[in-house]
Structure formats: C-alpha cells, structure tokens
C-alpha cells in the first residue's frame, strides 16, 4: 500500500466515522426531547422509512431515473465540451469570432433557464436534459479550452520534428497532455449534472429523487423527505467514486500506442 494511498483511506475512515458520530448525535438529542421530531425527524425513523420505499421499489425507480438522466446528460455535455473546446483552443480564430457569445453565455446561471425549458418542452425529461447539459458542458469546454492551449512548445516542436499529421498531434501529444485539465472539467460536469438533474426534478420533471422529495414535503412526510435527501448525498459520492476509480483504472491499464511520442 503506497502512502497516498494509506493517507486516502484514512481520510475516508476520518470522513465516516465523523458522520456517523454527527447522526448518533441527532438521534440522541431527538430522544432525549431536546429536538422537535415533528419539525426533524430521527435517524432511525428516517431509516425506518428508507427501507419501505426500497421494499416497495419507489426508492429504486426513482433512484434509476435520475442515475440515467444524470448520466445521459453528463456524456451529451462532455461530447459537446470536449468537441468545442478543441475547435475554439486550438483554433484562434475561431475563439475570436465567438469570444464575446461564449461569456455571455457562460454568464446565464443554469437555474434561470427553467421557466424557458418549462416553456419549451413542458413537464418533460427533455426539460431535465436541456438544463444538465447547459449547466454540465461549461466546465468541460473551460477545462478543454485550457487544456489545450497550455500543451508545452516543446511537444509542439516534437510534432513539427517527426512530421506527425494534424490527427496525430491532436491524438498523440495534445489530447494526453490536455487530459488533466479535462479530466477535472469532467468530474465537475458530473457533480453539476446530478444537481440540475434534482432541480429540474423539483419543479419541471414528474419523475426522479427531487419530484418525490417535492411531493413528500407538500404531503408533510419529514422521514420521507430525509430519506429522498439522505438518498441523494449518497448517488453524488457513488458517482464521484465511480468516476475517480475508473480514472484510475484507465491511467492503471493505459498502453502506450504504437508510435506515440514519449
């Protein structure tokens, strides 16, 4: 086990056991009357409730449709990310022409465009996925962007040396150099697509973890509510998890390819 990797899971042990001390002691307080149960409910009343709605599959069908959604819309905003920010990094002119579209654009908060994708696309999951891959494919297209423009001149030089294709550059030299950059655009994309995914929920989709944490608040059911909430926090580490595991698997198993340029 190589230090870095003692020091992260002692994080993770340091991170668990701190949450479980911050639950026992709200289950704690409510019992000893010192928190009102109607107003929060307790852990285990909240937990109680968390395993009828997975017994009865509610938990899980809603749980599924957000994970696809979520999903879904990251990898339509990391395509578009991806795609656009090599065009407009490595292409100039093309960054000129619109430089001044791009941060307008980038100004408008996510948030304000649900009345028009309401407007639009109606009570739909079109309405999820049109504000996930707006609020998602921004810091994929800002990371690609740097990414690419901060590629050493050196490898540039090296490409100009071997006399290697405009595609071979791209592939061989700037892609892996820019990929750290825009490994960090894409786990941000993730993160923000889960939460437009819930917002969209909330207020545009009939379906998913936000419309049944909406409709268990109006219904005044606070076990429920916790529940959805509780729910949600844990697909947002899975999926941070999931993403760091599989860069690590791939930076693990990656080859290099034949003629690629040390």
Do not use: C
Not at 195 to 211: H, T
Not at 215 to 240: D, K, S
């Amino acid at each position: 086990m190589t230090s870095a990797t003692a020091v992260l899971r002692r994080t993770n042990v340091l991170g668990v056991a701190t949450m479980l001390l911050l639950l026992g002691a709200w289950e704690l307080l409510i019992r000893v009357g010192l928190l009102d149960f109607q107003n929060l409910p307790a852990p285990s009343a909240v937990a109680a409730r968390a395993q009828q709605l997975l017994a009865s599959g509610e938990l899980m069908t809603n749980l599924l449709h957000t994970l696809r959604v979520t999903l879904l819309g990251w990898v339509l905003a990391s395509v578009i990310g991806i795609g656009l920010g090599l065009v407009l990094g490595l292409w100039r002119p093309a960054w000129r022409w619109s430089m001044a579209s791009f941060e307008l654009l980038r100004a408008v908060p996510p948030i304000s465009l649900v009345p028009l994708a309401l407007l639009v696309f109606g009570f739909s999951v079109r309405t999820e996925l049109t504000l996930i891959v707006y609020a998602s494919a921004w810091p994929v297209l800002v990371n690609t962007i740097e990414g690419v423009r901060t590629v050493r001149p050196e490898l540039r030089d090296v490409a100009r040396t071997l006399h290697l294709s405009r595609r071979e550059t791209l592939l061989k030299l700037t892609l892996p150099a820019a990929m750290p950059s825009i490994v960090v655009g894409l786990q941000l994309g993730l993160s923000l697509a889960l939460v437009l995914a819930v917002v969209a929920e909330l207020v545009g989709n009939p379906s998913g973890l936000g419309n049944a944490l909406i409709l268990a608040q109006l219904a005044l059911r606070p076990e429920e509510m916790f529940a959805y909430v509780f729910t949600i926090g844990l697909l947002g580490i899975a999926l941070n998890a999931a993403f760091r595991q599989i860069v690590a698997w791939t930076l693990t198993s990656a080859k290099p390819l034949p003629g690629k340029v040390s």
